[in-house]
């Protein structure tokens, strides 16, 4: 029986790591710091907008006890920049370790190419939050998100569609997909927004920013000739899969990005997100102010510890120049 082992089980992780535990797969946490202390006193919480699960299961803030190796895959969901650590604490285990890539972004699947042999990629659509240690929730009932699954850089194998077939049982939609990265590459895309939404929150005027730092990754990924699933493609894949709906009393915050700064982290995804954009804009002679504009008040915002919807969409506006 295939083991689980979920590596960051913050909000995409612990909510993944849950349902699969839920379907009766076997699935231990890795987990940092007060999320991993109170996971192991009380149990992982799952909210949903209709229960609530406590699920008891094996955590740990050192994945080499975990013994890895045969039967297991590990589904990695840290975020972009805690990267590296992740392949630091996986690469000693064996070299033919799957590893699952759930995080944004697309440059985690090269890195981890470079000293593990079996990797996949996951563009998620999952609508999820952690914020208080110990809990995530699911925000998408009765489909918890979308999590479809490819060979990186490319092509299906045996697992891939062993994978989706655990996934749907799980409560997500999931189909093997040999072109998957084209389907990363359109969720970059809509994380460029990440960084507006920490910055500003639900604040309207967000517009203009949104449009801006779209267009220029749009002219940046046509010069480089990366292909990238449409817009068309990305809403009949979601069609009416992903239905979000109230989780008790509480007003869902924001995505990652903004969780990181809730959670005061110290740091941000964006270097791997309007940052993948900027590199590949100055690789291809692309100007991309906007985006580099949004990665520098991204990283100055953790670095100063803000909160999330600390500035007004005028005031980032004025910070980018637009």
């Keep these: 029986m295939t083991r689980f082992v979920v590596f960051g089980a913050g909000a995409v992780g612990g909510v993944v790591g849950a349902r699969l535990a839920q379907s009766g797969h076997d ?23 209709d229960a609530s699960a406590t699920l008891h299961l094996p955590v740990t803030d050192d994945a080499s006890t975990l013994g890895l190796g045969e039967g297991d895959v590990v589904l990695v969901a840290v975020k972009g920049q805690h990267t590296p650590a992740a392949i630091e604490a996986l690469a000693p285990s064996a070299p033919d370790l799957p590893i699952v890539c759930l995080q944004n972004g697309t440059a985690n699947e090269a890195r981890f190419l470079r000293v593990l042999e079996q990797v996949y990629a996951v563009p998620v659509m999952l609508p999820a ?26 092509g ?14 799980s409560t997500f939609e999931s189909v093997a997909r040999p072109d998957v990265m084209r389907w990363k590459w359109r ?40 292909d990238v699933a449409s817009a068309d493609e990305d809403r009949d894949r979601r069609g009416d899969h992903i239905t979000m ?22 740091s941000i995804e964006t270097d791997l997100l309007n940052g993948e954009i900027v590199l590949l804009g100055r690789l291809h002679g692309v100007p991309t102010p906007v985006n580099a504009g949004l990665q520098r008040v991204a990283r100055q915002l953790a670095a100063a510890g803000a909160p999330p919807a600390s500035m007004t969409p005028d005031e980032l506006a004025a910070a980018l120049h637009l």
């Excluded at 939050?129 to 850089?153: K, N, W």
């Excluded at 299906?156 to 049982?169: G, H, N, P, T």
């Excluded at 960084?195 to 801006?212: E, H, M, P, S």
């Excluded at 709906?245 to 110290?266: F, I, K, M």
């Design 129 to 154: 939050e952690h914020v208080e240690p110990g809990v995530v929730i699911a925000s998408s009932a009765p489909t918890t998100g979308i999590l479809d699954i490819g060979r990186y850089p490319a």
């Design 187 to 226: 969720k970059l895309l809509m994380n460029l927004g990440n960084a507006v939404d920490a910055a500003t929150g639900r604040a309207k005027g967000n517009g203009r920013i949104l449009a801006a730092a779209t267009e220029e990754a749009e002219a940046v990924l046509a010069a480089a000739g990366i």
């Design 245 to 266: 709906r109230p989780v008790g009393d509480t007003e869902r915050g924001g995505g990652s990005s903004w969780q990181s700064l809730a959670r005061g982290t110290g």
């Design 27 to 49: 699935v231990a946490l890795v987990a940092r710091g007060p999320h991993r202390d109170a996971i192991a006193r009380d149990g992982l919480r799952i909210d949903d907008p």
């Design 156 to 169: 299906v194998d045996d697992r891939c569609e062993k994978l989706a077939a655990a996934f749907r049982a």
